[in-house]
């Protein structure tokens, strides 16, 4: 099963005995400020959970797929996910220390 953001809705109006529209207002602006911050080049460490890191990779060359030909791809920035040790060691189903 996905966890998808009207989820999230449900389970915070559930949880904190809010109208939906309220808790579907704290998700988004959780989402956005997630959002800017990777897109100002800055991680994102949520405490328990894990880290989105920002990370640069250079241009380098490539190929085109579907023809063979080569080509350069161009630098970019891509976000990465480092899960936390506490959450490594829940969904394993170990004991937490």
Do not use: W
């Amino acid at each position: 099963m996905t966890l998808t953001k009207a989820a999230i809705v449900n389970e915070l109006a559930f949880r904190n005995m809010r109208e939906k529209e309220d808790a579907q207002d704290i998700a988004e602006v959780l989402i956005e400020i997630i959002k800017r911050t990777l897109e100002s080049g800055e991680d994102v460490m949520i405490s328990g959970f894990g880290k989105f890191a920002v990370k640069h990779k250079a241009a380098r060359q490539g190929r085109n797929p579907a023809t063979g030909e080569p080509m350069t791809l161009r630098p970019r920035r891509i976000i990465a996910f480092y899960c936390a040790d506490k959450l490594k060691q829940r969904v394993n189903g170990q004991p937490l220390f």
